[in-house]
């Protein structure tokens, strides 16, 4: 799978003055000062509502994040929650079918590679239910965790959600949330032509 990383948006003082109407700089002593203590969840909705952005969390989400990075916050094993990316897609096709084309017969502690270089190894396999795979962007030296969920919605459709988290950088964030949606409109558009 094909990664551009490059963020949807420059993440610089400058553009997120001129998105937020404030820099890095800035909405970090607001949330020192306006919301110690608090947490992610609470903060990026606190940050959504300050900038009026109506469905658009891309600066919320990533002010947080930057201000994690700034402070150096890390969970248990050492690395930063980073940034957690959501692809759904419902697919006119039965789950065992969506579930072998995603994890075909790959065996929990099985490594796993594509084409363009991406790598990672099988975690969990639950057929007919959900994968967890560790994984690592090509170019990329830290690795991050997918989890993907098969839900039969009756009539031969299917709802697959991916969760991508543990990332590290907007850049392949967006990079990610960008190739899996391409990924999931090829695999409904092969599965339904």
Known sequence: MKIDLKPD??????????ST?????????WIESEHPGQGRR???????EETGRGSDVWWPTTIWVEYEAHKGVVKKDGSAEGYTICSTKTIAAPVD?????????????????????NAGEW???????????????????????????????GKGK???TLTHSKIQTRA??????????????????????
């Not at 993440?11 to 003055?17: E, L, Y």
């Not at 609470?42 to 959504?48: C, G, L, P, T």
């Open 172 to 193: 392949e964030a967006d990079g990610l949330r960008n190739a899996w949606g391409g990924f999931f409109v090829d695999l409904k558009d092969g599965l339904e032509s």
């Open 158 to 160: 299917t709802l697959v």
């Open 9 to 18: 948006h420059e993440v610089s003082d400058a553009s997120c003055k001129a």
């Open 97 to 117: 079918a969506i579930y072998a084309l995603m994890a075909g017969t790959a065996a929990e502690g099985d490594k796993y590679s594509d084409p363009d270089g």
């Open 21 to 29: 109407g404030k820099t890095f700089a800035e909405w970090f002593a």
């Open 123 to 153: 975690l969990r396999l639950r057929p007919g239910k959900d994968v967890r795979l560790g994984w690592k962007t090509a170019g990329v030296e830290s690795g991050t965790m997918v989890d993907c969920t098969f839900v039969d919605k």
């Open 42 to 48: 609470e903060i990026i909705r606190v940050i959504y």
